[in-house]
């Protein structure tokens, strides 16, 4: 170990390579605790009032629409042959693939041992859970006659019925909703410590119960860390191929079926990068307020993000690259209906829709290539936003521009969403950013015990060297802050 | 011997006995993780079997400085695994083949390759739910009422305190000599924790 500039043996100025801190500001224990709990213990901010008003009247604007659907019928949408999915089932894949983003956070980068991850974990996760509700409404209401979505799962009935296990209609019942419960466990068990340090801090009665009922009783016992830190890493090895097989699920309800366009074995690959990279861009679009309105700057970095946009920009290449790949394929499969479909999407009449698609998803990441402007705020919300609205096209492609022109010209047809539609896409908006901000107000939004595990002082080895950890001696932060 | 097994049991996951007296055992403080890992492994070495450690996070070797093995938590995954591999097997068999075959475009009844998606995700289900409850099995949790509690200082072990708690069901035990014993590891305050039983029955 180097602890000096100085080479020893030569006696000459040394550069040594040094990593920036994941924490910054130079934080204390104490200090992220007070930085992050705060936000749940001060009074209501009436900015916090303001975004919960406009979050839940669109939630509002949902129950209606759906009140209204249910009781009229799903003729209140677009929806005619031959285009029978129209927007519900492109909200339900856009969601599902925004949640996605949450799991590959806190499973997939935990098991690559990726430590930037602390910062953001807890919020991911949190969206994902959100994401995934908005995802699970969609084919619920799209069935029609909501009060009859029970049959899609296997239970003894009268009726002596049971569901269909070769339709994918049925794995996707199972994916989503054991995707859901899996996300929610995973959630809750990270979030019992910092529940625990809610409950310590706690100073009337009612919240010290609350809290203290949620943590379990939790103490932080090394006979406790030990099962919970093994049962983390088990949870990570289940959901990783768990968030994997979601997308590619929900991509055989398309692929599974003749529909040129959809009967395609690259959907599953090709869907779950598109899902990875609608998800950091909403990741991002939420981190890039949060961070600002509660002052997180030192533990939610400019590194931080600087790292989403280079994931953003890896999945937006491998989905720009699938986009290709279909063209090729279809091409090259010489079946007409395949090469018209392809020639459909980009030059038919819905070519407004690919366009927007392709200028989003493929063209805008691009710019994450230089590094000032992956590192800009500005610039990145931007681009996040944007990718979010390419990808919801995406799905608005796939779905739609397929089914308005299969095999038969005289089926052909032009859909076009209702009012109703729009309103319950913006709606589901609604249900998902009530859901997050009584989060952000409730809940420690950083993942308090994670963040300072990664801190250089949680080392006990680091004060084998640093005296009594009184004193930070800066060059100890050499080689990747490895103490050892 | 039941009882001392049941003892054993509770001690493995954090619970202590109390003595007649409501003697719980003798909370140690320590300055950092470095302090704490040092004590822990002292502890251990001078023979006290019915000790804790208390950090806001896991601290970093501490299971090697306490002696301790793997974590037993792989085992309950294992088996919710078989569970849900075994029962999404028999449901799609059993409702395909025998309870309600139906011809779909002429496909079998019932085959491997329609059924790996369930397979895979109920696999994962009972994997996960096994996981989850054998974790907090483990660890005794939901346990709402623990002496410690009565401890003000203890609240800070979830921000940035650390502790060490020996408890007064070690056979080594002995108030006045592991106190001392204690400080001389380097505690910074030493508080003996009584066990007043819970107020609200909790």
């Known amino acids: ?484 | 011997m039941l009882k001392q097994l049941i003892s054993d049991i509770k001690a493995s996951m954090s619970i202590y006995d109390s003595r007649e007296d409501e003697s719980y055992g003798l909370l140690a403080e320590f300055a950092d993780p470095g302090a704490l890992y040092h004590a822990a492994h002292g502890v251990r070495k001078s023979g006290y079997r019915r000790y804790d450690t208390y950090s806001p996070f896991p601290v970093h070797g501490m299971d090697k400085a306490m002696g301790m093995g793997n974590s037993k938590v792989g085992y309950f995954t294992l088996a919710g695994g078989i569970f849900g591999f075994v029962l999404a097997y028999w449901l799609q068999w059993w409702t395909g083949l025998v309870d309600y075959p139906i011809n779909a475009s002429g496909k079998p009844f019932f085959s491997i390759e329609p059924s790996v998606p369930i397979l895979f995700e109920l696999t994962m289900l009972f994997a996960a739910f096994a996981t989850v409850s054998g974790m907090f099995y483990l660890n005794g949790l939901p346990r709402l009422y623990n002496p410690l509690f009565y401890s003000k200082d203890f609240r800070r072990v979830t921000d940035d305190a650390f502790f060490i708690l020996i408890s007064s069901s070690d056979s080594k035990f002995d108030a006045k000599k592991t106190a001392s014993f204690l400080t001389e590891l380097g505690a910074v305050s030493i508080e003996e924790i009584h066990d007043h039983g819970s107020a609200d029955g909790l």
């Open chain 1, 1 to 484: 170990m180097n602890t000096a500039n100085t080479d020893i043996a030569t006696g000459n100025y040394v550069e040594f390579h040094e990593d920036e801190p994941l924490v910054q500001g130079n934080l204390s224990f104490h200090e992220i605790t007070e930085l992050v709990s705060y936000h749940t213990e001060k009074k209501t901010p009436p900015a916090w009032w303001g975004a919960f008003g406009v979050a839940s009247t669109l939630l509002l604007v949902l129950v209606v629409m759906v009140a209204y659907m249910t009781w009229n019928g799903v003729g209140v949408w677009g929806l005619n042959n031959p285009v029978g999915w129209g927007f519900a089932i492109v909200n339900f894949v856009f969601w599902v693939g925004i949640g996605h983003a949450g799991t590959l956070i806190s499973a997939i980068l935990f098991l690559f041992r990726q430590q930037w991850r602390t910062a953001i974990n807890r919020s991911a996760e949190a969206m994902t859970l959100f994401a995934v509700m908005c995802a699970l409404l969609f084919p619920t209401i799209h069935v029609g006659r909501v009060w009859f979505i029970y049959w899609s799962l296997p239970y003894p009935n009268q009726m002596a019925m049971w569901p269909q296990f070769k339709s994918p209609l049925v794995w996707d019942a199972f994916a989503v909703s054991v995707y859901f419960m899996v996300s929610a466990m995973f959630w809750y068990v990270g979030l019992v410590p910092d529940l625990a340090t809610l409950r310590d801090r706690a100073t009337k009665k009612l919240r010290q119960k609350v809290f203290g009922l949620m943590a379990m009783g939790w103490t932080g016992a090394n006979r406790h860390w030990r099962n919970y830190e093994k049962s983390y890493l088990l949870l990570a090895a289940l959901a990783t191929p768990l968030v994997l097989s979601v997308h590619s699920v929900v991509s055989f309800d398309f692929a599974v079926s003749i529909v040129p366009g959809w009967h395609s074995t690259i959907f599953p690959p090709y869907f779950v990068s598109g899902a990875i990279f609608s998800g950091f861009a909403m990741v991002l679009t939420l981190m890039i307020v949060a961070r600002t309105v509660f002052g997180l700057q030192n533990i939610i970095t400019v590194n931080h993000l600087e790292k989403m946009n280079l994931i953003i920009l890896v999945t937006g290449s491998i989905v720009g690259f699938a986009y290709i790949t279909e063209f090729f394929i279809s091409w090259y499969s010489g079946v007409p209906y395949e090469q018209y479909a392809a020639s459909n999407r980009a030059f038919g009449p819905y070519a407004w829709a690919y366009w927007i698609m392709m200028s989003c998803n493929v063209v805008f990441p691009q710019f994450f290539w230089f590094k000032r402007l992956r590192r800009s705020i500005p610039f990145m919300f931007v681009i996040a936003i944007l990718v979010n609205v390419g990808m919801w096209f995406e799905r608005f492609v796939i779905v739609v521009i397929s089914l308005h022109r299969d095999y038969l010209p005289s089926a052909w047809d032009y859909y076009t969403p209702t009012l109703v539609d729009i309103l319950t896409l913006v709606g589901s908006f609604g249900l998902f950013f009530t859901f997050f901000l009584l989060f952000l107000r409730f809940f420690p939004m950083v993942a308090l015990s994670e963040v300072k595990a990664v801190l250089p002082q949680s080392n006990p080895h680091f004060y084998d060297h640093s005296g009594d950890g009184q004193v930070v001696d800066h060059d100890l932060a050499v080689n990747g802050g490895e103490i050892n």
